[in-house]
């Protein structure tokens, strides 16, 4: 689709629209798709983690809360939504691989660090013949204490360059994803040396994450390292995945900076909505052209 600059694929992140919906942001014109993994099986009992002493056997219940071990069960609940890409002769654009309890890559524990990558490595072999070119990963959980940020971001790097590396072998690539709050990678600067010391993976913009930097500052660091995109709005207070131009996003700027600085990937859309179901193909690129318009 021609928008401002340059001629750009239109996508979104599906992981949780049904196959109805899915078939509506392909009948709008919409050709890159993100799935993502969830972090855990809908039928995952809970766990009293207040019962269990912070050591080796916490890290295991988690693992099994997680669906760590389970990693074809995961994996299989998108079936519905790969088959409806495949009806459509397209096949997923990335793959967002698990974060949450059970799936930090910047654990600090090695043993656990490395359980974790090996997860994310059966992941990926269960994905690998939907043909999706990028593995998008959050680089740690948190909240990340600032005495532990050094051994926690050598712990990620060590991450991001193994699952790479494996990646690669799969024909796909591991991007990394810029993250707010406490996170790593929530600014440029430590985008950019994670990046870097991991043998220069990509980077996947997150345009609602940045809460301490501007976007023309970030897009100066690292656009031309952008292989993927999450675009939504936000208040510039925290994370909100609104519609654009409900926010404070500088949508014409974004765009511009991108394709100025050589990006062809998709304009991938990553929103919520609440109650009322996810929002409808049409009233998101309506909203994204309107968000455009009023910055000219």
Known sequence: MKILCCDVPLGLSATSHSPEAIQGFIDEGFTHFE???HDSLPDAAPIDFSRCQANAETRSLIARRAGRGQEERLTGLQNERISKLYENRLRPWS?????????????????ERAAVCASLKRVMDCTADWGAKVYVLHGCLEPVKPEDRALRMARSILSLR?????????????ALENLPRSCL??????????SEAAGDVPIVFDVNHL?????????????????????????????RHLLPGEGIVPWKSV????????????????????????????????????????EQ
């Open 35 to 37: 799935i993502g993994i």
């Open 95 to 111: 793959v967002h691989l698990p974060f949450g309890p059970g799936w930090d890559v910047a654990h600090p524990v090695r043993e």
């Open 162 to 174: 193994e699952l790479s590396d494996y990646a690669r072998g799969l024909g796909a690539a591991v």
């Open 185 to 194: 990678a929530n600014n440029s600067e430590e985008t950019l040396a994670m």
């Open 211 to 239: 809460l301490g930097e501007s976007h023309a500052s970030f897009m100066r660091a690292l656009a031309k390292r952008v292989i993927s995109t999450h675009l939504s709005d936000y208040d510039g207070v925290d994370e």
């Open 255 to 294: 765009v511009t900076g991108l394709c100025e600085a050589g990006y062809r990937g998709p304009m991938l859309f990553e929103l919520r909505r609440g109650e009322n179901g996810p929002y409808q193909a049409r009233e998101v690129l309506q909203a994204f052209l309107k968000a455009l318009a009023r």
